[in-house]
């Protein structure tokens, strides 16, 4: 099925079963589903695997400018999460953000005077390019398109959470002039995603942590939120539908977030999936729930234990999308895997009949 079922599951339309989204890195599972060395030929063997496996969607952002990339010749420790993470699709994170002494530096900053920010048509055409290059690599699957930089993500990027928070509290009328030329420059990629045939759109902005949301719920009303919308609408106004993601438990402001525009939640498991999928799940796509904890250190039987509960949960409801919160790194035992690919089909048909394992 997959384009299919994940494109009826997005219009909120029921298919045979749940619909699947993954962001798979386990190596050796990709390489034992998919028979192919993921060493050698890493995209070929990942999309192998997810074909294997009946997946519906893939995982996708993109953001054609990145803080990262412009502030490679500051001081910084840039490191290459590899072994520990994915031998096959490392991942790079910046650890040390040595170039930030003040939060002064933060409110002064301005990307525009900074960094060549490019027309909204080149911005479109880079797109255009790597949106293309994956869509022929995953050929039958529904490839969204995506950000991982909706507006507050630019500032974590680039001074790291900390100072970013710091700033936040310390002057709200001076961060919010920062703030708002990030959001100018999401408002441009925006635009450019919406010269795109992309139908749904993945919007990540790490605004929570598992204990909730960062910053008062008032605060982001004033300053956070108003841009979702901007943002949003001019994907919208193309009839593209809005994802938004974000680590932690977003289960405070999850009205605020539906009030801004978003079509769908892509939640981990802190947030309260139950009073999320009671209140939207009939009009709002769901996606996640299921605990990587579970799958990293649980039994087999805690595996299949918990598909059922998100199943149990939110299953029935047409939009939802059974998966695994963040990714699947390769310290995810072989025989999980095994067990949760297995239970998510099996337990995933619908009607939703949870039997016993």
Known sequence: MGYDRAFSALHLEEADRVAQVEFLSNTEFIAEVSGLNPMLSPEEARSRAYSMLDIDMIWFTYNPLDPWGFLKNKEGFFEVRGDSW?????????????????????????????????????????????????????????????????????????????????????????????????????LLEAKAWAQTNIEAFISHDD???????????????????????????ELKSRGII????????????????????????????????????????????????VDIGI?????????????????????AYPGYFINVSGSIPDNVPLKN????????????RRPIRLSKP
């Not at 498991?269 to 009671?278: G, Q, T, V």
């Not at 805690?302 to 059922?308: L, R, S, T």
Request: contains cysteine.
């Open 207 to 233: 605004i929570c942590s598992t204990r909730g949301p960062f910053f008062p719920i008032s605060w982001m009303r004033k300053y956070l939120f108003p841009w979702y919308k901007r943002i949003w609408h």
């Open 86 to 186: 994915s031998k096959a699709y490392p991942t790079t994170w910046r650890k040390i953000f040595n170039n930030v002494k003040s939060v002064e530096e933060i409110y002064s900053f301005n990307p525009f005077e900074s960094w060549n920010v490019p027309s909204v048509q080149e911005i479109a055409k880079r797109i255009y390019e790597e949106y293309n290059r994956v869509r022929l690599n995953y050929s039958g699957l529904l490839i969204p398109g995506g950000t991982y930089h909706t507006c507050l993500m630019w500032l974590i990027k680039a001074f790291g959470l900390e100072w970013t928070v710091k700033a936040a509290y310390r002057d709200p009328k001076a961060f919010k002039r920062v703030l708002d030329l990030f959001g100018e420059i999401s």
């Open 242 to 289: 809005v994802l938004f993601c974000t680590d932690g438990d977003m289960t405070s402001i999850v009205d605020d977030i539906a009030e801004s525009g978003a079509d769908g939640f892509i939640i981990e498991e802190c947030c309260n999936l139950k009073s999320i999928a009671d209140k939207y799940g009939n009009e709002k796509v769901i996606i996640g729930g």
């Open 295 to 315: 799958l990293t250190y649980g039994t087999v039987q805690d595996v299949i234990g918990e598909v059922k509960r998100c199943l149990e949960t939110a299953g």
């Open 337 to 348: 895997l095994e067990a949760y690919f297995k239970a998510a089909r099996k337990y995933g």
